[in-house]
């Protein structure tokens, strides 16, 4: 057996915490893992899809099929505004 560290930022650990669910971070970190390494399909991403992005998705879905979209020009702005933010912010 091999010990490890490993170093979560600080919002991995709080997703972590959350979804220990009082069981102990750590154990739950261990336990994540082992299953993805030793899963039989290890192109299996079903663990990403947690209930609450699974929400969002679905959020996103039903905005899109109500005709809340985005036209490619408002796309385009927005990203040049956050493009132009950064390189300020950066220079």
Do not use: C
Request: charged share 30%.
């Amino acid at each position: 057996m091999r010990e490890i560290t490993i170093r979560l930022t600080d919002t991995d650990y709080a997703a972590a915490q959350k979804r220990a669910q009082g069981r102990g971070i750590e154990a739950y970190v261990i336990e994540m893992l082992q299953a993805d390494l030793q899963a039989e399909d290890p192109d299996n991403f079903d663990h990403i899809f947690t209930p609450e992005y699974l929400e969002k998705l679905h959020a996103a879905s039903a905005e899109a099929r109500a005709g809340k979209t985005h036209t490619m020009e408002q796309v385009k702005a927005h990203l040049a505004a956050k493009r132009e933010a950064w390189l300020a912010k950066n220079a």
